[in-house]
């Protein structure tokens, strides 16, 4: 199981939810704002990861997108069904959402 | 819900709050959107604003942007970000967002970054399928003279990843 997996799975659950293109660029973003304080650009500065590949983060980071997309993906998978919209936008936003609030409660578990 | 049908052409109203979109996305931060009030004053930067060609540069500046700053896993850009098909709304404008996206220095060293990954034993033969529009839209660029074209032939190996002769 790495990184990779899980956002497989998470990407999936934002699918099976009717996320549109734009939805997997927000939940990202999303996470990372919450999680980092910073978008993924300036995390991989700042950090001296590549960009564009995740292991090279450092492994706290790293864990702790693992961590907080499986328990994003956990929560898009329950609510499967009950996500509903009359616009992608729309749509997109209850993701979005749900994705924040996930993101918001797994940073009061990361020790910066 | 409802979905983009293809369309020939985007009716310069629609156009307009896709480039709003993309613009509140970049501006976006814990789901509050900074300065608003700079939206037009933005879009001004691509050109007079009566002209549908401002608002295209303007999407394809704001959506290249996007894909850059929010680039966690590259090969998202193949299986998503530029993996343009038919039923997207943004299929119309998909090699002038490609064409911003390239004005990146560092652009064709992340979609090879995606590649490589796309293209490993990570992924199963289905999930590389799915990047067909991505490939498609490489191909159609091969045959256009004045496009930036990409270090990949059609048969979808990189350069690097050929085997050795």
């Known amino acids: 199981m790495d990184g990779a997996t899980v956002y497989k799975r998470f990407t999936k659950s934002i699918k099976d939810n009717g996320g549109g293109p734009r939805s997997y660029q927000r939940a990202v973003s999303t996470e990372t704002e919450e999680l980092f304080d910073c978008n993924v650009e300036q995390l991989y500065k700042g950090t001296g990861g590549k960009q564009g590949d995740r292991t090279t983060l450092p492994q706290a980071a790293q864990e702790a997108y693992m961590v907080n997309e499986s328990i994003a993906a956990n929560e898009l998978e329950r609510q499967q069904g009950s996500i509903g919209g009359e616009t992608e936008k729309e749509v997109d936003g209850k993701i979005i959402e749900s994705v924040r609030q996930t993101s918001k409660q797994t940073r009061k578990w990361l020790p910066w | ?165």
């Open chain 2, 1 to 165: 819900m409802s979905r983009a049908s293809p369309k020939l052409t985007m009716k310069l109203t629609e156009l307009k709050q896709h480039v709003w979109d993309a613009w509140e996305f970049l501006n976006e931060w814990k789901g509050q959107v900074l300065q608003p009030e700079n939206f037009v004053a933005e879009v001004k930067r691509f050109g007079d604003r009566r002209y549908k060609r401002t608002w295209v540069k303007a999407l394809a500046h704001f959506e290249a942007v996007n894909a850059h700053q929010n680039c966690l896993d590259a090969y998202m850009l193949i299986l998503n970000d530029f993996n343009f098909t038919p039923d997207r709304w943004d299929y119309e404008y998909r090699h002038e967002i490609l064409d911003a996206f390239l004005m990146y220095p560092d652009s064709l060293d992340l979609i090879k970054t995606g590649l490589e990954q796309l293209l490993s034993s990570d992924f199963t033969p289905t999930e590389q399928a799915e990047a067909h529009g991505f490939f498609e839209l490489v191909e159609e660029r091969g045959g256009e003279p004045g496009r930036i074209g990409l270090p990949i032939g059609s048969d979808r190996r990189l350069p690097a990843a050929s085997p050795a002769a």
